[in-house]
Each structure stands twice: as structure tokens, then as C-alpha cells.
């Protein structure tokens, strides 16, 4: 979020090297919620949203909340009050089944009202099971057919740099996805252009429909992959905000003309013990009676 409501975005006089990136706070004055906090906040509005329905991929949305929370309160610059400003960083979910994730970092950062929250998964709610750009403020793509986003990132990353955009391009794509070709081919695109504007944000979760990513077609070893593809590249502990703030941070810094890549090692269900033990949580059940459960036991590990 830019500090600086009143100030004219100039695309002329800006570059992805010079973009200062500490310019992410919250519109509100006085003391902020820290980045665990924001984390916490996500898992909770995520469960919430899950209970409305009785279902939803929860276990993603708490695994990736770290992720997002440096994202969204660290990293990137945007107007909640705007969230087609020009300026902004633009942030794709490739993984549409995430949405419900995605839904409760928008809700945090003011971009979508704490009231729509219940409507989750309801008809002509704007918060569907899965993400749609056309019905949704600051869904940047429509996804779902994986393997896209990231392509899609290449050609918004080649319009911002036509533009002198000072702009980054966040994609958020899943383990699973790396079994696309088109993945790939956007890979070898965005180093063919120089494009150090795009990010990608790899949830390595190793949990697929068909069982581990690594069991059903391994993309191992991923950062090498990358790399051989003429991507920097680190691979962090996506559940360690220290670690995530550090590699958000080099990543915007590095000084290379090639895009970049940070593989999040996740924990599916991360922050509820009793999912995290389950042994199928790509879609992980939750009985009626364990929503409140899920609720109580995230809520004895708030962060003070």
C-alpha cells in the first residue's frame, strides 16, 4: 500500500530498479499489526470463510498465509481504496482453488469489506469458490485451468516495462502447476525478455489431487530448474516470516536483468495441529462439528 495517497504516479520517470520497496504501510496511523499478526489474521478469516460453507481448500489457504501476509504488508505497493490504481503491484493467482486464501488477504488489506466474508460461496457473492476476476476487486486473473498464471504475468510483466512501469508482477502458482508445460514455456519467455519485474511465488506444499507432487511426477530439484531456465532464485521455509521477508526483499533488490523466483517450502493446514496430521488435505474434510474446533485451537496460537 503506497503511504502517499496524494501523489501523482509518474510512469515516465520510474524503473523496476529504483522502486523503493519500502513504501508498503497501512493507510491508518498508530501502531500496526506485525506480519505474524497479518498471518494470523488470514488463517482466521480463512477458516471463517470455509465455515460459512462447511468446505473450501482451507488446508492451502493456512499453509500460504505467511506468503501472502509478506505480500500484501511487506512487499507490494497498492490502494485499498483503488485497487485498479496504475501504480499498483499486481498480484496473480494462478491457482484458482486458492481463492478462498486470496479472498481473506483482500479482506485484511481493506481492498474488500469484512462483511462479505459471510457471504462466501454464496450466490452472487463476490467472493466465488474459486477466483474470478470479473466478479472480484483486486483478483487480478481469472484462474483455475493451472498452468496459465504465470504465462499471463509474462505478458503483463512485458506491458508495465513498455509502459516504464515501476510495477512488479506476483505470481502465485502451485507445485502442481510445474507438471505444465506452459509453465515452462512462460519460464523461458520471461528470462528471453529480461523480465525483472515478475516474481514467482512457488507454494511447494508437495500435495497434489493425485497424492505428493513428488510422487506423482517430481519437479525436483525446482530452484535448479529455475535456475537452468536463467531465473534468480532462493528457496525459503514458507512459514518462516523472517526468511520470507528476506528473500521478498532480495528479490526486489537483485541487480540482474532475469526474473525471479522464491520456492515456499508450506506446511498444508499450518497453524491447526489436528488437520495438519491428516493424511489427504489437498482438499482436506472438515466435519461440521471440527469447524469450531479448527477455530479454537488457531485462536490459542494468536500471536500477542
Known sequence: MDNDNDQEYDLKNTSSKTRDIT??????????PSLAQRAWNIRHKSLLMGAVQKQGYVGQALGVSDVLAVSYFHAMTFHPEDPEWEGRDRFLLSIGHYAIALYAALLEAGILPEYELETYGTDDSRLPMSGMASYTPGMEITGGSLGHGLGIGVGMALGLKRKRSASFVYNLMSDGELNE???????????????????????FNNQQADGKSTETLSSEPIDGKFEAFGWYTQRVDGNDIEALVKAFDKARHYDGAKPRAIICDTKMCKGVPFLEAREITHFVRVDEEEWDLALSVLEEGKPS
Not at 513504501?23 to 500496526?32: F, P
Not at 508445460?181 to 507454494?203: F, Q, R
Open 181 to 203: 508445460g506452459s509453465t515452462w514455456e512462460a519460464a523461458m519467455s520471461a528470462a528471453h525478455h529480461k523480465l525483472d519485474n515478475l516474481i514467482c511465488l512457488v507454494d
Open 23 to 32: 513504501m508498503t504501510t497501512n493507510l491508518t496511523h498508530g501502531a500496526q
